[in-house]
Antibody
Framework: QVQLVESGGGVVQPGGSLRLSCTAS????????MHWVRQAPGKGPEWVAV????????YYPDSVKGRFTISRDNSKDSLYLQMHSLSAEDAAVYYC???????????WGQGALVTVSS | EIVMTQSPATLSVSPGERATLSCRAS??????LAWYQQKPGQGPRLLIY???TRATGIPARFSGSGSGTEFTLSISSLQSEDFALYYC????????FGQGTKVEIK
């Protein structure tokens, strides 16, 4: 079955950096676009980044553009999110998710908690 | 940005009763609308896509309807495992989510 496991979450100081990883199994990772979505406590999810199946295209909302970078290594079935200049507004559970051909998000991981605190 | 507005914020329903959740888009998203269920400590689980197509393994008591800007998720006879948070999401132009409806036991 499809499994997505996020890792790398933790506590980071304001202005700091953190790198999240997502390891995929149970499907052909290299065939699908992948997303990062975050969810602050008590809030709805917020889309953070998408990367094409081959890594050639990446897109971000304005809230993270220039600070976050999504990447992937298809040889390792792994997705990454490099985050810089973190602030309290970035504190959330970060999920990786697969994109279906029709563009909705089909499978989600369990999430990685990012806390921004001094 | 397309803003998704869900109502009500909380829905109190007795087991076995019907629940109806609403989702409105700030502009047309055609039928590019998905519904997700989320339980504490878990990632969202896809229920419905294309506004009305059930995802694999989703029970028939879940149904979706609507197009354009107005959408509905119905749960025909609530089971204990259905008490959870529900989110709508549009994927017509990038991806945005509603703030959620909590379905709680009455």
């Amino acid at each position: 079955q499809v499994q997505l496991v996020e890792s790398g979450g933790g506590v980071v100081q304001p202005g700091g950096s953190l790198r999240l990883s997502c390891t995929a199994s149970g499907f052909s990772f290299r065939s699908y676009a992948m997303h990062w979505v975050r969810q602050a406590p008590g809030k709805g999810p917020e889309w953070v980044a998408v990367i094409s199946f081959d890594g050639s295209n990446q897109y971000y909302p304005d809230s993270v553009k220039g600070r976050f970078t999504i990447s992937r290594d298809n040889s390792k079935d792994s997705l990454y999110l490099q985050m810089h200049s973190l602030s309290a507004e970035d504190a959330a559970v970060y999920y990786c998710a697969t994109e279906a051909p029709e563009k909705f998000l089909k499978y989600w991981g369990q999430g990685a908690l990012v806390t921004v605190s001094s | 940005e397309i803003v998704m507005t869900q109502s009500p914020a909380t829905l109190s329903v007795s087991p076995g009763e019907r629940a109806t959740l609403s989702c409105r888009a700030s502009q047309s998203v055609r039928s590019n609308l998905a519904w997700y269920q989320q339980k504490p400590g878990q990632g969202p689980r896809l229920l419905i896509y294309g506004a009305s197509t059930r995802a694999t393994g989703i029970p028939a008591r879940f149904s979706g309807s609507g197009s354009g800007t107005e959408f509905t998720l119905s749960i025909s006879s609530l089971q204990s495992e259905d008490f959870a948070l529900y989110y709508c999401q549009q994927y017509n132009y990038w991806w945005t989510f509603g703030q959620g409806t909590k379905v709680e036991i009455k």
